[in-house]
């Protein structure tokens, strides 16, 4: 399944992947609680967020920033794109997130929806740092 939402926000690929680092996930998101560790060398951690604790890693794309779950059941991914004013929704951050799934329980898509919005509000007003 696939969710997308975009973000009104002053972002540009090289921005996201400067200040959307392991470290400041949590500064970022509100459906992750904290960054339990993270190592710079491989870009990589854990995180504890809405669906409990979890291995993240980190890779930077040609327009913004992939984050992967690699142990989670779902495979759950979300990916953090800078758009240009020249695209249709305008300047903005695309966020894109996905499982491997078609169906999925209906609390579940919801809490994907919650985690989407707050990626939303969160880079629509980022923390200084």
């Given at each position: 399944m696939e969710f997308f939402a975009t973000s009104p926000a002053d972002w540009t690929a090289e921005s996201l992947q400067r200040h959307l680092t392991g470290p400041r996930l949590s500064a970022l998101c509100t459906s992750i609680d904290r960054v339990l560790s993270w190592?710079?060398?491989?870009?990589?951690g854990e995180i504890y967020c809405l669906w409990g604790q979890f291995q993240v890693r980190r890779e930077c794309l040609l327009e913004g920033v992939r984050f992967t779950l690699p142990t989670c059941p779902n495979a759950?991914?979300?990916?953090?794109?800078?758009?240009?004013?020249?695209?249709?929704?305008?300047?903005?951050?695309?966020?894109?997130?996905?499982?491997?799934?078609?169906?999925?329980?209906?609390?579940?898509?919801e809490s994907i929806k919650m985690f989407i919005e707050d990626w939303r509000a969160g880079l629509a007003h980022p923390v200084a740092g």
């Amino acid at each position: 399944m696939e969710f997308f939402a975009t973000s009104p926000a002053d972002w540009t690929a090289e921005s996201l992947q400067r200040h959307l680092t392991g470290p400041r996930l949590s500064a970022l998101c509100t459906s992750i609680d904290r960054v339990l560790s993270w190592d710079d060398t491989r870009d990589q951690g854990e995180i504890y967020c809405l669906w409990g604790q979890f291995q993240v890693r980190r890779e930077c794309l040609l327009e913004g920033v992939r984050f992967t779950l690699p142990t989670c059941p779902n495979a759950f991914a979300w990916t953090l794109t800078a758009l240009e004013e020249s695209t249709p929704s305008g300047a903005g951050v695309l966020i894109h997130a996905t499982i491997n799934r078609t169906e999925h329980d209906p609390d579940f898509i919801e809490s994907i929806k919650m985690f989407i919005e707050d990626w939303r509000a969160g880079l629509a007003h980022p923390v200084a740092g």
